[in-house]
């Protein structure tokens, strides 16, 4: 088994469409794998489509962005929930809204650096549902602001950089744990390397329902798989929950210059991919 549980397409901030990525799937000879576009469901069923035609197992997916205490932005994955539920489906349609005002505010900022981007520049590059920093990175490209997306990142739209707008409204974790468990689903914190928030993650996990933690991931050193292990342990023997250990390369395009950008590159040991399976 060969599983890859994130990654993106053109529907969010990914540089493939479904079809084109869930061919890249095939070639790189995955047997399992989801497509967790941010807040937006739009390419679930035609990358459902394309990998029966393969043999490919295809677990519908989602990354819902989220702000926990503190401020911290925290991503929550979620898998085999009902996209056609309508709860959720308003929930999430909610939240691309704050997207859009988003890349609206990053647009001002640029004219105010004396850098000539208008909406125009961005809307070729969004072919899906969400307006994500890669479609305002590519602008910059083309406008010879930048030259590549990393280097846009670095330069302009990284946190912390002079086009950088933080997200305003979102779900809280807890909400985004019970918004897709309420579909059906299960719900996974994404690439916890990131946060430092080991103890709010165990409260998730005790008080919420959180299913899950992203144990592999293409940022996770070993020393970090070890620590997130330990941490599913813990939570187990405290609370007697069965915690999921899954793993995805995040995968969005090579072009993009970061580090480990290569889809399946994130090796999910079969035994955990066999329990993420066994509890779907």
């Known amino acids: 088994m060969k599983a890859d549980l994130h990654m993106h397409s053109t529907y969010s901030d990914g540089g493939y469409d479904p079809l084109e990525l869930v061919e890249k799937c095939a070639r790189g000879g995955l047997t ?18 394309q990998a029966r035609k393969h043999g490919i197992r295809f677990v519908p997916g989602i990354e819902l962005s989220t702000r926990a205490k503190g401020g911290r932005s925290v991503d929550i994955l979620g898998y085999n929930f009902r996209p056609e539920d309508e709860a959720f489906q308003e929930t999430i349609a909610y939240y691309r809204s704050m997207r859009k005002g988003r890349m609206e505010e990053m647009i001002q900022k640029c004219q105010s650096a004396g850098m000539d981007i208008e909406w125009s520049d961005i809307l070729p590059h969004v072919t899906g549902h969400t307006y994500s920093r890669p479609h305002m990175a590519k602008a910059l490209v083309d406008k010879g602001y930048a030259k590549t997306v990393k280097d846009a990142f670095d330069k302009y739209i990284g946190y912390g950089r002079p086009v950088y707008v933080p997200k305003k409204e979102e779900l809280t974790p807890e909400e985004a744990i ?20 080991d103890d709010q993650i165990e409260e998730w996990a005790k008080d919420a329902g959180l299913d899950g933690v992203e144990v592999y991931h293409r940022d ?22 069965k915690m999921l250990r899954t793993g995805g390369s995040d995968f969005h395009h090579e072009s993009f210059g970061r580090e480990g950008e ?6 999910l040991p079969n035994e955990h991919a066999e329990q993420f399976l066994e509890r779907l």
Not at 232 to 240: H, Q, Y
């Open 32 to 49: 399992v794998i989801a497509l967790t576009d941010h807040d937006t469901t739009g390419g679930l069923e035609a990358a459902q489509k």
């Open 220 to 241: 996770h050193s070993e020393k970090a798989i070890e620590r997130f292990s330990s941490l599913c342990d813990k939570i187990e023997r405290e609370s007697g929950r």
């Open 262 to 267: 290569e889809l399946g590159i994130t090796k």
């Open 178 to 197: 019970s918004v897709l468990q309420k579909a059906g689903g299960i719900a996974v914190v994404a690439h916890p390397v990131f946060y430092d928030i």
